[in-house]
């Protein structure tokens, strides 16, 4: 079973060699009722990952705003994050947060797990993903990579994989 972090790394679309690419995933889950949509960024060279939520989910208007960090593991494709709620008049954290943990369930990168919140309360779901939304970079070497980033950032984007050949978790 791939995970998440796998399928941040490849894009290969149009490339004889698969590389690190910067990808975007998008992700809808039902918690009792309540429908929220997540944007997850896969880090592109490890098994890590940040991302932005809201509830309602797109493209209504957000109550909340949502910020996860979570990773991945390649071998079992077990994925768990910790995800807070953001006021969206103020951006600052409400308080209220829930961790998930669960696994990767099917080739479409769905996963379903258990959710605990804050207030304790646990709840079985799926999280979705909807691949039509996903974006993903086409960078044809590492060079391309380093060249696309402003100057002053290149430092930097010479240390990362973006655009260097992947190569498969065994």
Known sequence: MSSLAVVGLSSGAGAAVGR??????????????YTHSYTVN????????TGTGQ???????AIFYERLSGS????TGV?????TY???????????SYTFSG??????????GVLTDSNAATFNVTFIHIPANDTSTNFKN??????????SQRSAAANSCVGMPYQSMK
Request: charged share 10%.
């Open 86 to 96: 953001l006021d969206p008049s103020t951006g600052l954290p409400t308080g209220y």
């Open 55 to 61: 509830y309602p989910a797109l493209p209504g208007g």
């Open 142 to 151: 590492h060079g391309d990579y380093v060249n696309s980033v402003p100057p």
């Open 79 to 83: 994925v768990s994050f910790t995800d």
């Open 42 to 49: 896969p880090d592109p060279c490890g098994n890590s990952f």
């Open 72 to 75: 991945t593991d390649n071998t």
């Open 20 to 33: 690190n690419q910067i990808t975007t995933l998008s992700y809808y889950v039902d918690v009792a009722g």
């Open 103 to 112: 696994t990767f369930i099917n080739a479409n990168q769905d996963a379903q």
